[in-house]
């Protein structure tokens, strides 16, 4: 069974609309991370979040909002969406901060048109 | 902020071959360094990690060289096989907040 879900697999969407990119982990983790995969740049870190609150920020947007209803989950939400947003988005989790080894989930597919 | 570089973007090895991917730092605070492996199309999966407390690890037929003067840290592969392929990413971090910053990745071929 998949210990860190995130759907969709896939996302398509228009420039200016708004998204909500979903992450649960089921590892019993307490710490859980965003980060942003694309052909433009490497790996890069997004967010952080421990027992619920948020850690660190390092996006330069505010379209960029984590939202965090359970423990264990951790969702995304992209607003006016723009085409250098589309990007492969990981989620990860651990079991808390602070050098410890991050599972990473599936990812999701954005492409913004 | 921290910079990782990954100095081999590509790397070839015929099967049962060595193969090493190097990895430089620039925050001398980093203390953690984990590597993952990206097959086409699928996630990253966690292969080894380092702490800054030792200089060395090893598992299997990965060994994770770290060396802190020089802030570079580096992946070694024995007795390559083809499901070695794929992407390898190291990544280092300070640890409080656990953020990792990534290299580009080497995209290792293992030629049967």
């Known amino acids: 069974d998949p210990k860190i879900i995130q759907k969709p697999k896939y996302l398509v969407a228009v420039t200016g609309s708004e998204k909500i990119l979903i992450c649960e982990q089921y590892?019993?983790?307490?710490?859980m991370y965003w980060y942003r995969q694309s052909a433009k740049k490497p790996l890069e870190f997004m967010f952080s979040?421990?027992?619920?609150?948020?850690?660190d920020n390092q996006t330069a947007s505010s379209r960029f909002q984590p939202q965090s209803s359970k423990k264990n989950h951790l969702d995304l939400q992209i607003t006016a969406l723009k085409p250098d947003d589309s990007a492969t988005y990981f989620c990860?989790?651990?079991?808390?901060?602070?050098?410890?080894?991050?599972?990473f989930g599936p990812g999701t597919r954005l492409t913004v048109l | 902020g921290e910079k990782v570089e990954q100095h081999e973007s590509t790397l070839s090895v015929r099967e049962g071959d060595s193969a090493v991917i190097n990895c430089t730092y620039t925050d001398t605070a980093s203390s953690y360094f984990p590597w993952y492996k990206q097959e086409a199309g699928k996630s990253l999966h966690f292969v080894i990690d380092i702490r800054s407390n030792v200089d060395r690890k090893q598992s299997q037929r990965l060994t994770v060289l770290l060396d802190k003067k020089a802030k570079r840290f580096s992946l070694h592969i024995t007795a390559t096989q083809p499901e070695d392929s794929a992407i390898y990413f190291c990544?280092?971090?300070?640890?409080?907040?656990?953020?990792?910053?990534f290299g580009q990745g080497t995209v290792l071929s293992v030629i049967p």
């Open positions: 979040y421990s027992y619920q609150k948020l850690m």
């Open positions: 990544a280092a971090s300070t640890g409080g907040n656990n953020k990792l910053t």
């Open positions: 990860a989790s651990s079991h808390r901060l602070g050098g410890y080894e991050q599972y």
């Open positions: 590892l019993g983790h307490n710490a």
